[in-house]
Nanobody, 124 residues
Framework: QVYPVESGGGLVQAGASLRLSCVVS????????VAWFRQVPGKDREFLAA????????GYAGSVQGRFTISGGSGDRTVFLDMNRLTPEDTATYYC?????????????????WGQGTQVTVSS
């Protein structure tokens, strides 16, 4: 079992930056991958970015590339999502998810282990 736990959400103003953290406990191997998704009520979970557990970035969604940065993994068992130039459209619940292989996927169904989510609210 793998247990991701997110933190770092909150209320910020448009244009601000925010760093989310995901601490991953349990039995996670070097072949694993961790991703960030977000979800707003009534919509599917949206892929944002993924990282192989060795720290190599697997990919970003086009909608956030250049504004969001994923980093971390391995030693400190923490994956970060740095978010810049936030807008009200970024308001959502942000989730960290893990899977035990490195096959890159943007599909939420491919990720077996999920955290409880952290709320990010961006005011205008």
């Amino acid at each position: 079992q793998v247990y991701p736990v997110e933190s770092g959400g909150g209320l910020v103003q448009a244009g601000a930056s925010l760093r989310l953290s995901c601490v991953v406990s349990g039995h996670i191997s070097s072949n694993a991958a961790v991703a960030w998704f977000r979800q707003v009520p009534g919509k599917d979970r949206e892929f944002l970015a993924a990282l192989n557990w060795n720290g190599d970035v697997a990919g970003y969604a086009g909608s956030v590339q250049g504004r969001f940065t994923i980093s971390g993994g391995s030693g400190d068992r923490t994956v970060f999502l740095d978010m810049n130039r936030l807008t009200p459209e970024d308001t959502a619940t942000y989730y960290c998810a893990a899977k035990l292989n490195r096959v890159h996927s943007t599909l939420s169904i491919r990720y077996r282990y999920w955290g409880q989510g952290t709320q990010v609210t961006v005011s205008s």
